[in-house]
């Protein structure tokens, strides 16, 4: 069992910059590959990035490539999402998830869920 706690969201300005954390409990974080989505109002959760167990591979939407870096410290039991140039298209509730998956762009791949932060985007 994982469970997982996000932090860092707020409200920046368009053009500035977040880091959001994803905080894990359990042995077995380093295993998992792990992902953001982040669901606006309105509309569905959508993928953001995603990162392998080894933190070398990773993917990108590409609405946010460029502009987000995910990252993993295994010894932390700690992801990231840097999230720079920042638009008010952002704007959502910022989710990470964990899970064995094959295909890390689809949500249903994932077993566990954090309970989100909200990010907002000023214009």
């Known amino acids: 069992q994982v469970q997982l706690v996000e932090s860092g969201g707020g409200l920046v300005q368009a053009g500035g910059s977040l880091r959001t954390s994803c905080a894990a409990s359990g042995r077995t974080f380093s295993t998992y590959t792990m992902g953001w989505f982040r669901q606006a109002p309105g509309k569905e959760r959508e993928f953001v990035a995603a990162?392998?167990?080894?933190?070398?591979?990773?993917y990108y939407a590409d609405s946010v490539k460029g502009r987000f870096t995910i990252s993993r410290d295994n010894t932390k039991n700690t992801m990231y999402l840097q999230m720079n140039s920042l638009k008010p298209e952002d704007t959502a509730v910022y989710y990470c998830?964990?899970?064995?998956?094959?295909?890390?762009?689809?949500?249903?791949?994932?077993?566990?869920w954090g309970q989100g932060t909200q990010v907002t985007v000023s214009s």
């Open positions: 990162i392998r167990w080894s933190g070398s591979v990773t």
């Open positions: 998830a964990a899970g064995y998956v094959s295909y890390p762009r689809r949500s249903q791949e994932y077993d566990y």
